[in-house]
């Protein structure tokens, strides 16, 4: 009888005949916190990106999850390696109003497909972010505006980001 994997991700069970490998070619996600940030910060937020790609390649479902962060505005996926800042390929939440204030839970959960990608991917196949992806040359940022000049001020108030993760 041929082994099934049940994996239990963003509120989705999926069984896959054969193991573990068909299972997890299709999920991927990034742990987000200040440190990880470039350059890192003292946050004390932390998120969570849940993506799952459908059977078909076409679709890529995804959950975006924050804590105890303040203001945020807007949350994209990035081309880029560790370390290094990059371009946005995707949004996945925002633009919001500055000021917001605080956020725990679920920020957002959608949809990406190849219409929605943008920057250096715009017009190509979802494949490309994909396999972005699957290199580990990508990461979710969330981003935060506290409305009040100068920027930059700190926790709440880091529009270049607050807190991010590298997509694996």
Known sequence: MPKLLVALLAGLVVLVPGGVAEATDRNFVAHLRGRSEVPANESLAAGQAILHLSKDGAELQYKLI???????????????????????????????????????????????????????????????????????????????????????????????GEIRGQVH
Do not use: C, K, Q, W
Request: glycine share 16%; hydrophobic share 45%; no cysteine.
């Open 66 to 160: 924050a804590a105890n962060i303040e203001n945020v505005v807007a949350a994209h996926i990035h081309l880029g390696a560790p370390d290094v800042n990059g371009p946005v390929v995707a949004f996945l939440f925002g633009a919001a109003p500055a000021a917001g204030g605080r956020s725990d839970g679920v920020l957002a959960e959608g949809t990406i497909t190849a219409a929605n990608l943008v920057g250096p991917l715009a017009g190509r196949p979802l494949s490309a972010l994909v396999d972005a992806m699957r290199d580990g040359g990508t990461y979710v940022n969330v981003h935060t505006n506290d409305g009040v000049a100068p920027p930059d001020t700190g926790p709440g108030d880091l529009p270049g």
